[in-house]
């Protein structure tokens, strides 16, 4: 028994290696003609094309991770069976779970590898494209940070301060603009309760503005309303919306008691629960399309021939369903947690019903 499960799990790594390279080599073919011109324009070395496209790797292999194991899985039960193994080795008296054992094996050890990378390996590679990328060759140099539910940009005269719900809304809260001397003495400093940009200017509501007169001396004007000059529009501010996916997993979970609004806190829950929830799908993928294979063998005399493009039919429904949870969980109508685990519950439970059923 031991020599089936060394056998059968060589073939799922060895398979899961073959169909990984052929993806990732697809994936930066079709990259690599869209992004080739950004790099020419920007007059980029090729040594700098050939690093983004070698850091982009484990990039890659992370997105593709769910339906690189279910395909592992599959292809894998579907030579067994395509060589007449998988008969050979039930007619002996093996259970089906016994045979498949092994492969969901090799799905847990490539699931607990996309874990070690999501910890320590892609926040570094994704850190390094993303800086090459909107940096380098863009030229999207981040002017702020973002600490604590509010956003602060250093302009070119001076400092902003705010919070902004909506980051594709030019509307913002709790605002406030500083501008200082040389001396690093406070010249000038505007504050209000909401601003917006509209009609190529600043409007600012209910807020106060302190010029320096003096030696210690400040000038305050309240007003309601104020059409203001300033050096910067809401085009300038960049900071990048990526920013979750440079971090580790622990450091997204400590991101979280860093908030300080609730839907900030939702939405920290929710990059939290989606990193771990879209690096496990494979598995309850796997578990589903196993038995897929054997039916569709059953049904129409073929394994592989309809197997994979089910296979592949079944990755993007559990992709849908998956993208669309957690954009309802980012936005507080369902829970974290229930969106992350659902997909799996779901697909898992059919798995291992269907393979229950297969074994008898």
Partial sequence: MLLLNR?????????????AAGFVAIYILIDFFEKIDNFMEAGKPLSL??????????????????????????????????????????????????????????????????????????????????TIWFENVKGMVPLGIFRNGRYYYKGHDGFYSFARPDPHQAIFFNFS????????????LISAE????????????????????????????????????????????????YEASELSITALYQRIYKQQTR???????????????????????????????????????????????????????AWGLWGALQSLARADYINPLLAAVVIHLFFGSAGLFLLHRQNK
């Fill in 194 to 241: 909401a601003a917006e940009w509209k009609d190529q200017q600043w409007i600012l509501h209910n807020g106060q503005t302190q010029v320096h007169t003096g030696e210690d001396s400040y000038q305050t004007t309240l007003f309601t309303e104020k059409k203001i000059s300033l050096p910067e529009t809401p085009d300038d501010f960049f900071v990048p919306e």
């Fill in 263 to 317: 839907e900030d806190t939702v939405k920290a829950w929710a990059d939290f629960y989606s990193r771990i929830s879209y690096t496990l799908l494979g598995l309850p993928l796997l578990l589903l399309g196993l038995p897929v294979l054997l039916i569709s063998y059953q049904k129409w005399g073929r394994d592989l021939s309809i197997a994979i493009p089910a296979s592949c039919g079944l990755a993007f429904v």
């Fill in 49 to 130: 094309v050939f690093k983004f496209f070698l850091l982009s790797v484990p990039f890659i292999i992370d997105q593709l991770g769910p339906v690189l194991i279910l395909l592992s899985g599959v292809i894998t039960l579907g030579l067994l069976n395509h060589q007449h193994e998988l008969t050979a080795l039930k007619a002996g008296g093996i259970p089906l779970r016994t045979i498949v054992k092994p492969a969901i094996t090799g799905g847990l050890i490539c699931t607990l590898l996309f874990l070690i990378m999501a910890q320590w390996l892609l926040p570094v590679t994704i850190s390094s494209t993303n």
């Fill in 7 to 19: 056998y059968i799990l060589t073939q799922f790594l060895r398979i899961f290696c073959t169909v």
């Fill in 177 to 188: 603009y500083s501008s200082w001397t040389d001396p690093y003495n406070l010249n000038t």
